[in-house]
């Protein structure tokens, strides 16, 4: 083929070839669904315009290979946050399994959600780049590139992260329970949270009674850092509190864990409780009054020892 004969290929205003996205767009693509089909991995049929979904209105709904329920976002002009919330309520709200963001233009951080909430949800959502282009003054032509779909191991990540969100619930579901016992009074006003540990303030700055808990093991501590290059400073509070440790020892009613944690710039001392978030729920009223008893224990021993230390904080 001779090259003079290729044709020159251009692109086209969308406003051009669609001038309005409902009436225009959404039911040309409509009744040419196979343009949409060629870049999915699956095949829409059944599509219907304008369905409603409480008091919006998708522009298309389609089923796929199975039977399954996909909503489909047109917007004919740069990726929005009002299009992606549509997105994710038309979702919601019809029970979908997937949902298609057609898009013009679409910008970096909306193509980063879309990945994120494939990985991340159980639902899939696939982002669609769409132009119109010609071949001379040929008539246009609609080109649809695939830009954002969930991974093949999205079932994989989907169980790790399902794994991850089991752990934040269950861990603030033992910080509601703790800070609640009549006995917590000395964490009785912080708020729950999801971390592995809930703390206050030693009076002293840089020293925090901390509660901890992991999968099977709980604890109460003094915490000691008072931040970045302080770890000299950290360490000499450690030693001070460690020339009474046979009287802290004493009056906590048993042996404490001194750790000078000499990979980090913090020390600490404590006490570790058996059993924890991952313990059976049956179990964790007697595991939280073990823990509580250590705590309030703990501060009590310490007391005495910290009073010197406030004069110099």
């Given at each position: ?22 009436y225009d767009f959404t039911q040309w693509l409509q009744a040419n669904i196979d343009v949409l089909n060629e870049v999915l991995p699956f095949t829409l049929d059944n ?20 039977g399954g329920k996909i909503i489909i976002e047109n917007q004919l002009e740069k990726s929005n946050h009002d299009h992606l919330g549509k997105l994710i309520t038309y979702l919601t709200s ?220």
């Open positions: 083929m001779n090259g003079s004969s290729i044709g020159k290929l251009s692109r086209v205003s969308l406003r051009e070839v669609w001038r309005h996205e409902a599509v219907e315009r304008e369905r409603a979904a409480g008091s919006f209105s998708i522009d298309l709904v389609a089923e796929d290979d199975g019809m029970n979908a399994r997937r949902a298609i963001w057609i898009v013009s233009e679409p910008r970096p951080e909306h193509v980063a959600a879309m990945t994120w909430l494939n990985d991340n949800s159980s639902a899939d959502f696939y982002m669609v780049k769409v132009e119109a282009v010609q071949i001379n003054d040929s008539a246009p032509a609609c080109l649809m590139t695939l830009l954002v779909g969930p991974a093949d191991d999205k079932s994989e990540i989907a169980r790790t992260n399902k794994e991850f969100a089991d752990r934040y619930d269950l861990r603030l579901q033992w910080w509601t329970r703790l800070v609640e016992r009549p006995n917590a009074r000395l964490h009785a006003h912080i708020t729950p949270g999801s971390y592995s540990w809930i703390g206050t303030s030693a009076g002293i700055r840089g020293l925090n009674l901390n509660y901890v808990v992991v999968q099977d093991q709980a604890g109460a501590q003094l915490y000691i850092d008072r931040g970045k290059d302080a770890e000299a400073e950290n360490l000499a509070i450690f030693e001070r509190l460690a020339t009474h440790r046979a009287e802290i020892d004493s009056a906590f009613g048993g042996e404490l864990n001194w750790e000078r944690m000499e990979t980090k710039r913090a020390c600490r001392i404590g006490a570790v409780v058996a059993g924890g978030y991952k313990s059976p729920g049956e179990q964790w009223d007697a595991i939280q009054a073990e823990q509580v008893s250590a705590m309030n224990r703990l501060e009590a021993a310490l007391r005495p020892h910290l009073k010197p230390l406030q004069l110099a904080k």
